[in-house]
């Protein structure tokens, strides 16, 4: 059962119950309309990860701005999408219960539905359910470019793939999913870059084996937020897949830019707003937002526009921060922490407050629902 929304439209910020997972709109635009002009200049298409926002509302203002679609990570991912008003999903990711195909086949009835293999029997069992609901579904093989996770080998392995899904009753094939995950928090520009275009020419190779058999890729899709400017700008891949660049995390912003600096194409628009609730100490002050609020596998979260403050540690409903011992915050006052992971953190709660206007004298202009929280099956 979903909790009541923490805040009411029009409240100022001081009146939004804590803790409350919030978004700066004004940031969020900013950087939607980023990407959005990012992909235009580069003509690539842009197919944004809602594993991350978990959001049809945040999903279709992306598309608003030019997005074919969006990528999803679970089949009740792509349901919540569809469901409201999402019409192209590719599940980046592989499927092989029998009852969850049949869920992503019916959901083709209503949808376009694309979706990620790298198994021979595999491709059977989408068929098979294809042709049981009398659908066509897109379906990419996943390459191994780095990430050692799931993905076939480039070359001839891919190949045989391919052809098996061209073969296939129900099926058409739609190309490559060449996603390095491990390179999008690679610290250094030039490593990352390295990683990619490492990645790039595995892919180029098995793009022009499958042309050599006849077989084009429409999709060659992959990127993240820590590496689309190499992929939009290298005239390989076609598709970015990108997802935290509309909210941005700690951890991405630890990555390093070309000149040394911090990584900052993107604003910081998603917050876990807490409070005060304890200064028993000229040097700590609690808050209110511990493991229930954000998840710590990335580090701590950064604690803005409190200078000298540092969030030093995490319990079930409490978190500590480090301060000066001329710090003047008091109990109540509201502190924005910038989660250090947020599509974690974003599973964790049922709504968005978002809020027009700034930190201090902004207003509630809208709540969300975070409608796919919980959808991992």
């Not at 084009?216 to 997802?243: D, H, M, P």
């Amino acid at each position: 059962m979903n909790t009541p929304p923490p805040a009411a439209i029009g409240a100022p910020i001081e009146d939004i119950d804590t803790p409350a997972l919030v978004i700066d709109l004004d940031a969020f635009e900013r950087n939607l309309n980023k990407m959005a002009q990012f992909a235009k200049q580069h003509g690539v298409r842009l197919r944004p990860h809602a594993k991350m926002h978990k959001s049809p509302i945040v999903a279709r203002k992306q598309m608003a701005l030019g997005a074919v679609g969006v990528c999803c990570q679970k089949v009740s991912e792509a349901e919540v999408m569809v469901h409201g008003g999402v019409d192209d999903v590719l599940v980046s990711n592989q499927v092989v219960l029998p009852h969850k195909l049949e869920r992503l086949a019916a959901l083709a009835r209503h949808a376009k539905i694309s979706i990620c293999v790298d198994d021979f029997d595999n491709i059977t069992q989408i068929s098979q359910a294809a042709t049981k609901f009398g659908v066509n579904i897109e379906v990419l093989v996943e390459v191994n470019v780095g990430a050692n996770r799931c993905g076939v080998a480039p070359g001839e392995p891919a190949l045989k793939l391919s052809q098996k899904i061209a073969s296939s009753p129900g099926l058409t094939f739609g190309g490559m999913q060449a996603y390095h995950g491990a390179a999008q928090h690679v610290r250094s520009f030039d490593e990352r870059r390295a990683a990619i275009a490492k990645a790039e020419d595995m892919v180029r190779a098995t793009r022009d084996l499958l042309r050599q058999h006849g077989l084009e890729c429409r999709t060659i899709g992959g990127a993240g937020t820590g590496s689309y400017g190499f992929e939009g700008t290298g005239k390989l891949y076609n598709e970015l897949q990108v997802g935290s660049y509309a909210f941005m995390d700690v951890d991405y912003a630890k990555n390093r830019a070309q000149d040394g600096g911090a990584f900052n194409d993107f604003e910081h628009a998603l917050f876990v707003l807490a409070h005060v609730m304890s200064r028993a100490t000229p040097t700590v002050a609690v808050t209110d937002a511990g493991l229930k609020a954000m998840t710590f596998e990335c580090g701590m979260p950064w604690v803005r526009d409190v200078p000298g403050a540092e969030y030093v540690s995490p319990s079930d409903e409490h978190g500590k921060l480090s301060v000066p011992a001329d710090c003047t915050l008091k109990l109540g006052d509201r502190v924005w922490l910038i989660p250090p992971h947020c599509d974690p953190c974003v599973n964790l709660h049922d709504w968005y407050v978002c809020v027009r206007g700034g930190r201090t004298q902004g207003r509630v202009e809208a709540l969300w629902p975070v409608a796919a929280r919980g959808m991992g099956f």
